[in-house]
């Protein structure tokens, strides 16, 4: 991994994916078109994101990315991931906080990733 002081790995895998950092909702997620458009940025991303098991795909190829500072769900807010194609999707997040009664719902392949993970 390339961490530096300046950045955390969040920010580095956002300026990858080309999304600006103030538009990522400090609460709650957001949907960002990210194409893939050469071999070396998808393995920046995998080596980034730490991912051990991805499938292989030929470049360029469209991902949403679904992204946010700190999520929270619970049983009231629950994370569905449904979209509408089905492609896969990645969500990127700072922190993910999964409340008591927390669901993830997934309709489709998904990678997750979150510099913390906490389950009250």
């Not at 538009?23 to 960002?32: L, M, N, Q, R, T």
């Amino acid at each position: 991994m390339n961490n530096n002081n300046d950045t955390t790995r969040f920010s580095q895998i956002l300026a990858l994916l080309n999304i600006d950092e103030p538009s990522v909702p400090s609460e709650g997620i957001k949907a960002y078109p990210v194409t893939f458009s050469t071999t070396t940025m998808l393995k920046d991303y995998i080596q980034l994101a730490e991912i051990s098991n991805m499938p292989d795909y030929a470049v360029p190829f469209m991902h949403t990315v679904y992204a946010g500072k700190n999520m929270t769900v619970s049983a009231a807010n629950p994370l569905i991931i449904n979209p509408e194609k089905k492609e896969p999707v990645i969500v990127h997040a700072e922190t993910i906080t999964l409340q008591a009664g927390a669901k993830i719902l997934c309709n489709t392949a998904v990678i997750i990733t979150a510099e913390t993970f906490i389950k009250n």
